[in-house]
């Protein structure tokens, strides 16, 4: 029987590079990333899921470390002949990229659930961490924008990805939902590997967007509650700003301030310790004040070491 | 009001040719073609339309004459890159192409009919014959085998592209149907540009599994009995043989000669004049046995010039 000695909670960027310095000093093996699928999206007919993707390609190694999204040595040829036919080009699609997409939407269309989809391309890649979309079922991130926009006027919902890309996260937002939340029933494993967990990882990725739908599927928030100490959460926002996204303006809009003591008020009912940046010294008092502990160490993940050093420090810090 | 000068019915490579040789003699914007959509698929997600798209590449002057099939100069990186994912390969789609294809399924997807997101490839592609999916209904191809296969045992139905190119049309046939037909409605202008035009070209297609499917949709072979007189058609068959794909194969094991008077057999009662190569020159008398007016010319389309001769005949051809 598999035990699941560490489960990372992962969005995309942020939670990529925590993993690549996590499977330095952890087995690759005893390693399962809870994924968020808040993000996925329909397009073209595929089924796109960008942070299983972000995930996948960085620990495949194919990861595109410029762009922080796709495959490194990309080539756009579909794109490119999509814009002349007048197509919807503004979610860029690389042409190695695309062929995940279309591997997965025709194993869904043939009935696969997301969860066999994603194990089946992660053994293609040679990926040994385990990859557990949150959910097999329909949960999708939708975002009430504050501001008119190209999307329309003020308060128009929009789609993640109409958000995020369409409109580069620059317009106000008043409010998230998670779309298919309430009936969104855990993945296989999912609870299970929680339940199991030495240490659950929260990776320093966006507390709304990408840990959010994670935390709004039945069971997980409740899960993570009992086992609180066992709870570890890299900060993602550094000195009052979000290393990358818009985690710090998004937190900010809906009422917690952007900092790693805002972090720690939204975390501290599921989370027992939070790493936090060198540059957020002096805030750790009053991120104990929130009833967690607080672990000063270096953060940012500028590179593979840097990561692993980080690793060792988020499992060495439970409570 | 545009006036349907000629109208082509339209599988893909022949008639393709067929076209390309028209539109050197008639203006293009007089040409309508009503083009066989029972070889479309569903695959990876994507709405496939093999005939629509071998005649648009071949009007836009795109089309890759080694295969017959595709756009000229492809690239094959999203394919590769399936193959190494292993998802289903054997239906072989480039990069460029695959552009088609994302197009058309984003647009079906939000909502448009097959009909609209043709005019618009068209559009884009230069193309000036107006292209008419024969119906924006489903209609799907349907194949009884009678021997076994990789596809399961005698007896099996499967789709028309396994049979045609998982199965590379090499297993004996017991049976074609048309799923879909009894409630296929013709599409936006099909029948009434069969009741306009001045002549109706049959393009030398597969009478089977290219031409059934358009007669099969309501009201197409109703209209062009009542206009027979006015419907020339080229013979797919030359001496005994299809000069492309399972045309001969096919009338064979369905009961059918693979000749011209076969053809002749098969179209008689919706088709006025057949014109047939004149390596065939000899069986003329017995296609007017058939009740067919018949005319022999060189049929064999091996260069533009070649199909534009051909063209001039078929439309002097006319009862």
Chains 1, 2 share one sequence.
């Not at 290393?243 to 710090?248: E, Q, S, V, Y």
């Not at 000063?296 to 060495?316: D, K, Q």
């Amino acid at each position: 029987m598999l035990v699941a000695v560490l489960v990372a909670l992962c969005g995309g960027v942020g939670a990529a590079r925590m993993l690549s310095g996590l499977v330095r000093v952890v087995p690759p093996a005893d390693i399962t990333a809870v994924v968020n699928v808040g993000d996925d999206m329909e397009l073209h007919g595929l089924h796109i899921s960008p942070d299983l993707d972000t995930v996948t390609y960085t620990l495949a190694g194919m990861d595109n470390p410029e762009t922080g999204w796709g495959v490194s040595g990309e080539t756009w040829t579909v794109m490119e002949e999509l814009s002349r036919l007048g197509g919807e080009d503004w979610f860029r699609l690389g042409d190695r990229d695309l062929a995940t997409h279309l591997f997965r939407t025709g194993q869904l269309r043939a009935g696969e659930p997301l969860s066999a989809v994603t194990a089946e391309i992660t053994r293609r890649r040679g990926v040994a961490v385990r990859l557990l979309p949150v959910t097999d079922d329909p949960l999708r991130t939708r975002v009430t924008l504050a501001e008119p926009s190209a999307c329309g006027p003020p308060g128009i919902e929009v789609s993640f990805q109409d958000y995020f890309v369409r409109l580069r996260h620059q317009v106000a937002v008043r409010a998230v939902r998670f779309e298919g939340a309430p009936s969104a029933r855990p993945g296989p494993g999912v609870l299970e590997s929680l339940e199991e967990a030495v240490t659950v990882v929260v990776c320093p990725s966006n507390p709304v967007v990408s840990i959010g739908p994670v935390l709004a599927v039945d069971g997980v928030r409740r899960v993570l509650e009992a086992r609180r100490a066992r709870v570890v959460a890299v900060s993602p926002i550094v000195a009052g700003a979000a290393l990358k996204g818009p985690a710090d303006r998004l937190m900010a809009e809906l009422g917690t301030e952007a900092t790693v003591v805002g972090v720690a008020r939204l975390y501290a009912p599921w989370v027992g310790t939070l790493v936090v940046d060198e540059a957020d010294a002096r805030h750790a008092g009053d991120v104990e004040a929130e009833g967690l502990r607080c672990v000063v160490a270096p953060t940012v993940m500028s590179s593979p070491e840097r990561a692993a050093a980080l690793a060792r420090v988020v499992i060495g810090a439970r409570a």
